[in-house]
Protein backbone atom coordinates (compact mmCIF):
# COMPACT_ATOMS: atom_id res chain seq x y z
CA UNK A 1 0.00 0.00 0.00
CA UNK A 2 2.66 2.42 0.25
CA UNK A 3 7.22 1.99 -0.77
CA UNK A 4 7.85 0.16 2.29
CA UNK A 5 11.44 0.83 1.79
CA UNK A 6 11.07 4.66 1.16
CA UNK A 7 8.89 4.56 4.40
CA UNK A 8 11.30 2.59 6.51
CA UNK A 9 14.11 4.56 5.69
CA UNK A 10 12.13 7.91 6.74
CA UNK A 11 10.51 5.68 10.08
CA UNK A 12 14.38 4.77 10.21
CA UNK A 13 15.79 8.04 10.23
CA UNK A 14 13.80 9.67 13.21
CA UNK A 15 13.30 6.51 15.59
CA UNK A 16 16.67 5.22 14.97
CA UNK A 17 18.19 6.43 18.30
CA UNK A 18 14.86 5.02 20.20
CA UNK A 19 16.81 1.58 22.08
CA UNK A 20 14.51 -1.05 22.85
CA UNK A 21 11.67 0.21 21.05
CA UNK A 22 10.43 -2.43 18.15
CA UNK A 23 8.36 -1.04 15.31
CA UNK A 24 6.93 -3.22 12.61
CA UNK A 25 6.40 -1.59 9.85
CA UNK A 26 3.73 -3.55 6.85
CA UNK A 27 2.77 -2.93 3.51
CA UNK A 28 -0.38 -4.96 4.16
CA UNK A 29 -3.52 -4.89 6.37
CA UNK A 30 -4.01 -8.10 6.10
CA UNK A 31 -1.46 -10.11 7.18
CA UNK A 32 0.39 -6.90 8.44
CA UNK A 33 -1.21 -7.02 12.36
CA UNK A 34 -0.67 -10.57 12.81
CA UNK A 35 2.93 -10.64 11.51
CA UNK A 36 4.12 -7.77 13.86
CA UNK A 37 2.47 -8.96 16.96
CA UNK A 38 5.25 -8.47 18.99
CA UNK A 39 6.35 -4.54 18.13
CA UNK A 40 5.77 -1.98 20.85
CA UNK A 41 4.47 0.10 17.70
CA UNK A 42 2.97 -0.41 14.50
CA UNK A 43 2.46 1.37 10.86
CA UNK A 44 0.11 -0.46 8.29
CA UNK A 45 -0.77 0.36 5.08
CA UNK A 46 -4.82 0.67 4.71
CA UNK A 47 -5.12 1.37 2.04
CA UNK A 48 -3.64 4.01 -1.12
CA UNK A 49 -2.32 6.50 0.59
CA UNK A 50 -3.77 5.17 4.21
CA UNK A 51 -2.02 4.28 7.08
CA UNK A 52 -3.21 2.48 10.68
CA UNK A 53 -1.24 2.98 13.56
CA UNK A 54 -0.77 0.25 16.80
CA UNK A 55 0.14 0.20 19.95
CA UNK A 56 1.26 -3.51 20.40
CA UNK A 57 -2.22 -5.43 19.08
CA UNK A 58 -4.32 -2.73 19.40
CA UNK A 59 -5.67 -0.15 16.69
CA UNK A 60 -5.03 3.59 17.58
CA UNK A 61 -5.43 5.16 14.74
CA UNK A 62 -7.10 4.65 11.15
CA UNK A 63 -6.54 5.73 8.16
CA UNK A 64 -3.95 8.73 8.63
CA UNK A 65 -3.34 10.05 5.25
CA UNK A 66 0.05 8.82 4.32
CA UNK A 67 1.90 12.22 4.11
CA UNK A 68 1.04 12.52 7.75
CA UNK A 69 1.14 9.09 9.03
CA UNK A 70 5.40 9.51 10.31
CA UNK A 71 4.57 12.65 12.41
CA UNK A 72 1.49 10.65 13.92
CA UNK A 73 3.65 7.85 14.96
CA UNK A 74 6.21 9.92 16.21
CA UNK A 75 3.30 11.66 17.92
CA UNK A 76 1.90 8.08 19.61
CA UNK A 77 5.49 7.22 20.60
CA UNK A 78 5.76 10.41 22.53
CA UNK A 79 2.10 10.23 24.38
CA UNK A 80 3.53 6.48 25.71
CA UNK A 81 6.53 7.70 27.26
CA UNK A 82 8.52 6.07 24.75
CA UNK A 83 10.15 8.94 23.12
CA UNK A 84 13.51 10.35 24.00
CA UNK A 85 15.41 13.18 21.91
CA UNK A 86 18.05 12.32 19.82
CA UNK A 87 21.26 12.59 20.84
CA UNK A 88 23.14 15.90 19.63
CA UNK A 89 25.14 14.42 17.25
CA UNK A 90 27.96 17.89 16.59
CA UNK A 91 28.69 17.09 20.17
CA UNK A 92 28.78 13.57 20.29
CA UNK A 93 31.51 13.53 17.66
CA UNK A 94 33.68 15.39 19.92
Not at 57 to 73: F, Q, S, T
Not at 86 to 94: E, I, N, W
Request: glycine share 12%; proline share 5%.
Amino acid sequence: MFDLQETTAKIRAVTDHLKGIKIGIMGCIVNGPGEMADADYGYVGTGPGKITLYKEKEVVERNIPEAGAVDALIELIRSHGDWVPAPDRASASV
